[in-house]
């Protein structure tokens, strides 16, 4: 015997008043269809075969002796069902909601912000360069160069047309590697100009977006990541690097530590979240710090080594936590772990490749090496962290006396803005940040700041001494005032706790009023520390013409000498080159290569017998001398010389006179 009621016939119709499965007691006298036991004498549904005894449940004929269900006369009065929307509807919908999405909002923002604040950069893009025309010509010919040059011979990279006939020429100084693809787009000194200038109001677009997308990744809201990007990004002392643009372009990272918190699931207020795991947003925090490290190592080197100390702690906690003492957690994912394995080999990858250049000038050129006497003449003193450059709009004249003081005053005038001292101050005893938090947030921005003093913290024999000394890669940067970025992020995600709070304090005053909403005072109060860092950040950087290019360099082959030569003169001359990227003699660069020297001494005399046989042996074609910078040369009393019986030919082409060899 068994307990089992028989199911229904084909002829019974089903019982309306039936109770559903989920109606159903969990204990009954019946099992559920789950727990039916197979009955292997019949077949299942699938095996039945096609004709059966009775009428299926869709052939069952409706019962006679039951009246037909009444139908509702109000029906024709009911509102018609809602159409699905089409294909183009629904496209319009998923654009409408993209474009109002926070992220496409803040990069709206911060694009037009940027804009405004590094104006008049784009007043006219195609002849005008921030700061000056010596460093930011360099770089506008690293990109061009770059791009020209992974199209037409990549192995010919670090080979480059400048600092003739040197190898490794390309190496000399950060390359901007980076922003290779910009650089493939056109050619000539007028499109080097504006590609540089665009970049460079990017570049600060960029640091705002992603110190905004690491505090809104740690946990602050809208308005206090909006907060410390700006003061990340406008930081006054950020206005005396307007013409480093490597140092400029440092946007890529706070967003690359964004990009693996958020694929880590880890934020600094709410703690490790697995659910929020993402591989996607892991591998793109790798590859944007690759990307990061090769605009170069003048600030990446120091990214390089913090991103090592990061994964090395989390390394440590993940075993930890899974040591028998421990409570059993998974921090990692077994194919997140893998990720972290093939993202960070990547880095690696590109770091190794691009410093191998780096290795080879070193060996090549002794004189290209730091020394601790430079690294004491670059070092700022505690004073300049609270003194601005005159570049800011602000503080530049107040602080004039102060930066008299300081030996060069370009790298040491670090001061971050006084609002976001203040308000990192109250960050301190009011914020959404713990107190734990709090105190590792500053004394991370002590040891940056540290080690940002170089030499002038007692002698820097135990903090960046050290490093100079015994880490790889450290004596090759003679600025240590550039370490302030990490003081600045710091500082910043302090700031950003406490106008978190503050909001968070003004929703609750709302919350007591009738329509539950912060009235215009208070919304206009949440966001005056924001614009308070943004007039803070304001600039009265120059924005000289560039020099116009000599006709000779559109047309001529090279080898190519352009006196007089110099450092700032030399840079001048990379850019001219960017029409046909002919061979140059000329350079400029962190350092003289011992070849330019000579080349700059023995044609002092030039032209002579003695200088045109060494240019002949050095391959040089054609040497060009700038009329409008004579002026106080040797050249200033030659320049109209005859050249008969020199055996050279000479040529007056526009503002310049040409000798060929």
């Known amino acids: 015997m068994t307990d089992e009621k028989p199911t229904a016939g084909p002829d019974q119709p089903a019982d309306p008043d039936t109770p559903t499965k989920a109606d159903r007691p969990a204990q009954t006298d019946n099992p559920t269809k789950a727990e039916e036991p197979a009955q292997t004498d019949n077949p299942t549904k699938a095996e039945e075969p096609a004709q059966t005894d009775g009428p299926t449940k869709a052939e069952k004929p409706a019962e006679p002796d039951k009246p037909a269900e009444p139908i509702d006369p109000f029906v024709s009065f009911a509102p018609e069902p809602e159409r699905q929307p089409g294909r183009l509807r629904r496209a319009g919908r998923a654009v409408a909601r993209l474009l109002v999405h926070e992220w496409t909002l803040a990069t709206v923002a911060t694009l037009a912000v940027a804009v405004v604040m590094t104006w008049p950069t784009l007043r006219y893009p195609l002849y005008t360069i921030p700061q000056d ?85 740690l946990g602050a809201g809208r308005t206090a990541a909006a907060v410390g990007g700006a003061a990340y990004a406008y930081a006054p002392w950020l206005l005396a690097q307007a013409g480093h643009l490597h140092i400029v372009s440092n946007g890529g990272i706070p967003l690359a530590l964004a990009m693996l918190a958020r694929g880590h699931g880890w934020s600094l207020r709410y703690g490790y979240r697995p659910q929020r795991r993402s591989i996607g ?189 015994y880490l790889p890669g450290w004596d090759g940067i003679r600025t240590p005032g550039r370490m302030m970025l990490w003081t600045t992020l710091l500082l910043a995600i302090l700031a950003a706790g406490a106008v978190g709070a503050f909001v968070r304090r003004v929703d ?105 046989s060494y240019l002949r042996e050095l391959g040089v074609r054609t040497v060009v001398l700038r009329r409008d910078r004579v002026a106080g040369t040797p050249w200033q009393t030659t320049i109209d010389l005859p050249v008969d019986g020199l055996g050279i030919e000479r040529a007056d082409i526009g503002d310049t006179v040409v000798f060929r060899l």
């Not at 787009?185 to 540089?196: E, Q, S």
């Not at 009023?513 to 803070?536: F, H, S």
Request: hydrophobic share 50%; proline share 7%.
């Open 133 to 217: 025309t010596f460093d930011p010509t360099l770089q506008a010919w690293q990109m061009a160069w770059s791009g020209h040059i992974l199209l037409t011979d990549p192995t010919q990279l670090w080979r480059s047309n400048t600092f003739y006939p040197e190898p490794w020429s390309f190496a000399f100084s950060d390359t901007l590697l980076g922003y290779a693809p910009a650089g493939m787009i056109g050619d000539g000194p007028v499109a080097a100009v504006l590609r540089y200038n665009i970049v460079f109001v990017l570049a600060h677009a960029l640091a705002m977006l992603g110190a905004y997308a690491l505090i809104r990744q």
């Open 281 to 469: 947003w892991a591998l793109a925090g790798w590859l944007t710090a690759a990307w990061q490290i090769s605009l170069g190592f003048g600030i990446g080197l120091p990214f390089i080594y913090i991103l090592a100390v990061v994964c090395l702690v989390s390394l440590i906690m993940y075993v930890v936590r899974r040591a028998w003492f421990w409570r059993p957690r998974r921090p990692f994912g077994a194919v997140l772990l893998l990720t972290d394995l093939a993202g960070g080999a990547l880095f690696a990858a590109v770091g190794v490749l691009l410093a191998i250049p780096y290795f080879r000038v070193a060996e090549l050129h002794p004189n290209a090496a730091r020394t601790l006497d430079d690294l004491a003449a670059y070092s700022p003193p505690l004073v300049g962290f609270f003194t601005a450059p005159q570049e800011s709009l602000l503080w530049g004249d107040r602080h004039a006396d102060a930066r008299a003081t300081l030996p060069w005053h370009p790298e040491m005038t670090l001061l971050p803005g006084f609002v976001l001292y203040a308000l990192a101050l109250a960050g301190l005893v009011f914020s959404i940040w713990t107190l734990r938090q709090r105190l590792l947030l500053l004394a991370g921005v002590l040891l940056s700041g540290i080690l940002a003093m170089g030499t002038e913290f007692f002698g820097g024999t135990y903090t960046y001494g050290l490093l100079f000394e």
């Open 508 to 612: 609750d005053i709302a919350r007591q009023r009738v329509t539950g909403r912060p009235g215009g005072w208070l919304r206009l109060a949440t966001l005056l520390p924001l614009l308070l860092v943004l007039v803070e950040g304001l600039n009265t950087t120059p924005h000289p013409a560039v020099p116009e290019q000599p006709q000779i360099m559109r047309v001529d082959e090279g080898p190519i000498l352009v006196l007089p030569s110099g450092q700032n003169l030399d840079q001048h001359v990379m850019l001219w080159s960017t029409t046909r990227f002919q061979p140059v003699v000329n350079g400029g660069s962190g350092f003289t290569p011992d070849r330019l020297a000579e080349v700059r001494e023995v044609t002092r005399t030039f032209p002579d017998q003695a200088s045109i």
